[in-house]
């Protein structure tokens, strides 16, 4: 889609051995790459309702902090017992040996994967059947009571939140496995939704994006769509949010798992920068945003939220189609699109008659 | 967690006490609410930075009254300062995205809603405050049930601007222009009705409300940066549940809203109280989806 055959493969192939090495060549920054995959994933799973369905959803950072919990609280149920636990808050003695971490972690990654999707499912139920900003303001709230009801909820640490298990392994070999873990579930997305996109289910959602009812009165099964669209985000979701609360290593109902005003409008956020509605638009946001966050987040002393606000603003105000719709009105024949000059016209003046075709 | 239920039912004056200080909460909330559906029926903006002006208005009165002004006084200038404010949003930020889709203008004004509450917290830091008023309180029940005058001045304040915007929206020339944009700023434009300036001053005016409804909560309840969210998901729960220019529909709302969560609150405990504003809304949300599958049902 970015860039046509060889050219595309190239692409792929940079990435790739980029992401590969980058731990290896700077080690001391293995948990900013891994929280960038996770950026990464974030917008594709939030481009797959917002950019291509239409659906804006302001909550679903709300499958972030599913899957955190339940990845949490399968990991550490297999050994003790969750209240006591989570009562002494850090008090007894824990000690989890190796085969007893990495059982609990693959377990906890595959509930909170299944677990966050099927609550998707019986969510998109109550929430599909309302439209347009009712429904970005019926998600909102769905995050912000997940994550009151969980400060709420002593039985898995209330406000105070959870240590998680130590990783049974050498500091350095911790960063690096988590990084790896992150990168893999961004690819992995990735491909999904590459997968996902090049099927009849994106000419669906795009129609459901443009009109609803004519989309089905066509006959297409909107609930259907919306319900994968959905389930299939939050099942990437799950899975970031299972990684990213084992990678900080303290699991917290409002800063790390319900983190509506961060990363909950972060994954807007850079949607809407690289393009929404298309798959590297997500990808071009996320790497620009987050190189941008990290370059500049720490000069900004306070007023990075307000930077954010801002950046929102403009973006949606005077830069709706985002950096990659930006590139392809100027640049169309990137993207495989042949323009057919106006025989006899001259060219300056054929310039708004231009005719795009999609080869 | 139910313990409190016995008070209610050992000492039923206390539901009195309950029933006051939702009323006189829902009061406010009943303005907010009015404003965010005009802006809403006039302009289609959903605004969700409702609260953060709320939040804004009263850290206004609490500079204020820092400077030796008493906050009752200081509505008139918060007020003013406001509606200078929404016209300088209106003409940046707003009047660009009255044309674009809905969820342009929900995010556009998330992201201000983001920067007011941000400013407010590098200003003021994140703690909760509250302005003291200086009155007095009355007693009832041998001090069992009390409520001090400032929640009365509020809920009377509150009357007093909802029949002021009333009387201006139904009998003067611009509220009348008003109301033609609510109903089709088409045709409002092609009688002659500048609607721009209709979208400007309907903003606005909001504004305003909202300021003044902040030195008012800033009185009876507190103000902290972050609460705004909260408070614009409550005016949100208001206007969804009465539909649109509906005022006796807003007011039933904000009163039912107030209480039950003054009930949730000392029943279940004060951090199950945002929660239950959330819950409401999904609730009232579903409530009204199952009855639009009923209204398609009974059309096919």
Known sequence: ?359 | MFDNLQILTTAPVFNLQLLLNGISIAAIFALIAYGLGLVWGVTSVKNLSQGDMVMMGGYLAYLLHNHGVHPIVAIVPVAIIMFAFGWIIYRLIIKRVIELDLFTSLLATFGLAIVIQQALNLAFGPDVRTIKSGFGNYSFFDGTVDITQIRLIAIGLCIALAIAMVLFLRFSRMGQAIRATAQDPRAARVLGVDTDTVYALTFSLNAAICGAAGVLIAMVWVIAPFYGTAYSIRAFVIVTASGLGNLPGVIFIALALGVIEQYSGFILGAQFQQATIVLLLLAILIFRQLALVRHRRALQ
């Open chain 1, 1 to 359: 889609m970015m860039a046509t055959g060889k050219r595309s493969a190239v692409l792929h192939i940079a990435i790739l051995v980029a992401g590969l090495v980058a731990p290896f060549v700077f080690p001391g920054h293995s948990v900013q790459f891994a929280v960038f995959w996770i950026m990464v994933l974030f917008a594709l799973t939030w481009d797959a309702m917002g950019g291509q369905m239409g659906y804006n959803s302001l909550g679903n950072i709300t499958f972030f902090g599913l899957g955190m919990y339940m990845c949490t609280i399968v990991q550490i149920a297999i050994v003790y017992n969750v209240g006591e636990y989570t009562a002494a808050n850090g008090a007894i003695d824990v000690h989890f040996t190796s085969p007893q971490y990495f059982t609990g972690l693959g377990l906890g990654l595959v509930v909170a994967a299944i677990g966050s999707t099927i609550v998707a499912a019986i969510l998109s139920w109550v929430l599909f059947g309302i439209r347009g900003p009712y429904f970005a303001i019926g998600t909102l709230g769905v995050a912000v009571a997940a994550a009151e009801l969980t400060a709420a909820w002593n039985w898995v640490g209330g406000g105070q939140g959870i240590a998680m298990p130590v990783f049974p392994g050498g500091p350095g070999m911790r960063e690096r496995f988590f990084y790896f873990a992150c990168f893999v579930a961004a690819v992995l997305c990735y491909l999904f939704f590459r997968w996902l996109y090049s099927t009849r289910f994106c000419l669906a959602v795009n129609a459901i994006r443009d009109d609803e009812d004519k989309a089905e009165a066509m006959g297409l099964h909107t609930r259907r769509y919306k319900m994968v669209a959905w389930a299939a985000a939050a099942f990437f979701l799950g899975i970031s949010g299972a990684l990213f609360g084992n990678m900080t290593g303290f699991v917290e109902p409002l800063e790390t798992a319900y983190p509506t005003l961060t990363f909950g409008i972060f994954m807007i956020a850079m949607t809407l920068l690289g393009g929404k509605g298309t798959l590297w638009g997500p990808i071009i946001g996320a790497t620009v945003f987050y190189v941008m966050r990290e370059v500049t987040w720490t000069y900004l002393l306070g007023w990075q939220y307000i930077a954010l606000g801002i950046l929102i603003i403009v973006n949606v105000v005077f830069f709706q189609q985002g950096i990659l719709g930006w590139v392809k009105a100027r640049r169309p024949e990137w993207f495989g699109v042949k323009i057919e000059e106006k025989s006899g016209a001259q060219p300056s003046a054929a310039a708004p008659a231009r005719k795009a075709v999609n080869a």
